[in-house]
């Protein structure tokens, strides 16, 4: 599935298959490949350049996917043929930043990123250098793995990026894939969450949230702020997650933090120019510390496996639409219009 420099000129194609071109490369078979809302679906979108300079097409798309190995180079250490992988998606940082020093590749200036500037995973093969690679734990179903990058992606929000500690009220606007994953990641580390999402979610999204021992909310503009406290046993929240990226929820987090709490920005905003209003006065009085969470950093796959690992049983509904490649664009669409959690692609269909 490849996109040219022309917005919404993406189609299935035959392409050679890529080669191993790097000793230390693996050639991965993809099975399953997920669509991401954040950035596949907007990326399609778009014509090269302005904010997405990042993108190289004629390019494949695609950075969420689980698969297995089927070759490797003569460097190779530690993966096996036959192995069931998954991979980070920053493949090429420059390795001499300050970012990178420091395991903050998602920061690098000059990464290149699988699906965007290198060709990623809506194809049969894909390869990457064996640094990414991570191989899946036995619990895990191969499409239950493929959730590996936006778990990678929410474990930086709330544990890197929100400083989560056992013990704290958190509080997560929005049901979509990475505020669940937020949810998980919240549980796993001990707290007590509440996830807000809207009528519509209610019978879907929100429901899945109560499964996994999270207590729901749904945002009907009614006394939010009191029904937060009494789950909380009168308390605000110590940790905000904005999972959906506007000045409704961002506002909605603010208010639902207390004194000296945190709110993290992480759902991406439209492809407009998204201008917020913000109360300084208020974010000043109560010391709010504000700050965002993106993409991934190799710690946070670390972490995203053993989360993945722990709660194995639960996340098959998460991936809620299973498509052929000739159905790429029926994914899409579910996944535009939300009709989907998860969508993926199963290349072996």
Not at 40 to 63: Q, S
Not at 256 to 268: A, H, N, P, S
Not at 301 to 322: A, F, P
Request: charged share 25%; aromatic share 6%; hydrophobic share 35%.
């Amino acid at each position: 599935m490849r996109l040219s420099p022309k917005a919404n000129d993406m189609e299935l194609v035959n392409t050679e298959e890529p080669k191993i071109l790097k000793s230390t490369d693996v050639k991965v078979k993809v099975v399953y490949a997920g669509v991401c809302g954040g950035t596949d679906i907007k990326l399609k979108k778009v014509d090269v350049g302005g904010r997405f300079d990042k993108l190289k097409p004629p390019v494949i798309l695609g950075h969420e996917a689980s698969g297995y190995a089927v070759e490797v180079g003569t460097d190779v250490k530690k993966t096996k043929i036959g192995d069931r992988v998954v991979y980070e998606t920053t493949v090429e940082p420059c390795g001499s930043c300050r970012y990178c020093h420091s395991g903050d590749w998602n920061m690098c200036s000059h990464r290149k990123g699988l699906g965007s500037s290198t060709n990623g995973s809506f194809a049969d093969f894909v390869v990457v250098p064996e640094r990414n690679i991570r191989v899946i734990p036995s619990e895990l179903s191969l499409k239950t793995a493929v959730l590996s990058e936006p778990m990678a992606c929410a474990y930086h929000i709330v544990s890197e990026r929100g400083c989560i500690k056992a013990g704290e009220n958190v509080v997560i606007i929005g049901p979509g894939i990475i505020g669940l994953c937020c949810a998980l990641v919240a549980l796993f580390s001990g707290a007590n969450v509440v996830v807000i999402g809207t009528e519509k979610s209610r019978e879907t999204r929100l429901k899945i949230a109560k499964k996994f021992g999270c207590h729901v909310l749904v945002n009907d503009g009614h006394n939010l702020k009191e029904r937060v406290q009494e789950i909380f046993d009168g308390e605000f929240a110590d940790l905000a997650i904005d999972a959906v990226g506007s000045q409704n929820s961002f506002n909605s987090g603010l208010s639902l933090v207390r004194k000296m709490g945190r709110v993290v920005i992480t759902g991406v905003p439209s492809l407009d120019t998204e201008l917020y209003t913000i109360d300084m006065s208020y974010i000043y009085r109560n010391q709010i510390c504000i700050t965002s969470g993106r993409s991934s950093t190799p710690s946070s796959w670390t972490g995203s496996l053993k989360v993945l690992q722990k709660y194995h049983n639960q996340l098959e509904e998460l991936v809620s639409h299973v498509y052929s490649p000739e159905k790429w664009k029926e994914a899409f669409e579910a996944t535009e219009k939300k009709q989907a959690i998860k969508a993926v692609i199963d290349f072996e269909k």
